[in-house]
């Protein structure tokens, strides 16, 4: 008997049971076969993919059929960067198989995720995270990628798709036609820069950044490598200044700084660039993200776009 459901579509998945019980029965299984079944083991709240811990050091992170790369994208990615980044990331043990389904055992990381506390935190504080988050995106970013395989289109070939289904995509997250009549205009006029490709995190939220707090908060780990991509530097920023800093131009300046760009290095056309990838980004929504960040006082894209990403 398969241990695990038939998920072969994202209708599969939206349907499906996300418990505990269901899956327990194949990770206990993943633990024997890996040696550590002698750990507890637990289901994380949330998240879009299945992921238990397993005793305080392993996760076992599960992966639909449907969405077999992104195991193997998460692997490849999590040994390239291992080490790299200045903080912690999930260290790869194991990779498999199991009905269908890949799987990936890799080091569980600890902290406080930075959703959780991050209203405790004082100016400074929130900051010193964003400078912090800023550096390892640079170290990120500045990975020889030449050896590195990610299943996927290229890079141009994503933007060109990208762009040539914005409107249908935003529209269908009902969109207010205010903002999305704006959209072809915009990112008409909009040049992206095509320069060297980096190794993308693509989703860096407060979601994916765990704390440790003392005298302070220090990052003690990033994670969520599933969905990385190699292309344009700034694509990165896009969910950095929606989702980390929440349009808040110290803390994006805050992250640019750390990230190794000091005021007088910066672009000033750079805010109109990462906004466009706000639009072209895979998983953009820009109906949640003014919800979620909602306009101070910005009535256009570009307005729009110095109040995410700019730095004041």
């Known amino acids: 008997m398969p241990l695990l459901p038939p998920i072969n579509s994202i209708e599969e998945y939206r349907a499906s049971s996300r418990d505990e019980a269901t899956y327990a029965p194949a990770v206990d299984e993943i633990c024997r076969l890996h040696g ?6 637990r289901k994380f709240a949330g998240g879009s993919t299945i992921v238990f811990a397993v005793g305080d050091t392993y996760v076992v992170k599960l992966f639909e059929p449907f969405i077999a790369a992104n195991a193997l994208t998460e692997a490849a990615v999590l040994r390239h960067i291992d080490g790299e980044l200045g903080v912690a990331a999930p260290h790869v043990f194991h990779t498999g198989t199991m009905d269908g389904w890949q799987y990936v055992v890799m080091s569980r990381l600890h ?52 762009r040539a289904d914005c409107m249908a995509r935003q529209r269908g997250k009902a969109l207010d036609a205010h903002w999305l ?14 320069g060297e490709r980096a190794l993308l995190h693509t989703e860096m939220m407060r979601e994916h950044v765990l704390l440790t707090r003392g005298d302070g908060a220090q990052v003690s780990g990033v994670f969520d490598f ?10 990165d920023f896009a969910s950095i200044g929606v989702f980390l800093t929440g349009g808040d131009a110290a803390l994006f ?24 990838y706000a639009l072209l980004h895979r998983y953009s929504n820009m109906t949640w993200y003014l919800e979620r960040v909602p306009p101070r006082e910005a009535r256009t894209l570009d307005e729009l776009a110095e109040e995410w990403f700019g730095w004041g």
């Open 36 to 41: 550590i079944a002698d750990q507890p083991r």
């Open 226 to 235: 599933e969905p990385a991509m190699i292309g344009s530097r700034e694509y």
């Open 181 to 194: 009549d704006q959209i072809p205009g915009f990112l008409d006029s909009v040049a992206l820069a095509d």
């Open 111 to 162: 902290g406080e995720l930075a959703s959780d506390v991050w209203d405790e935190l004082d100016g400074e504080a929130q900051r010193s995270v964003c400078a912090q988050v800023g550096a390892a995106i640079c170290r990120l970013h500045a990975l020889d990628v030449a050896g590195l395989r990610i299943a996927g289109p290229t890079w141009a070939e994503f933007i060109e798709r990208q």
């Open 253 to 276: 300046d805050a992250f640019l700084t750390g990230y190794g760009l000091p005021r007088t290095a910066r672009d000033p056309a750079m805010p109109r660039r990462v906004m466009a």
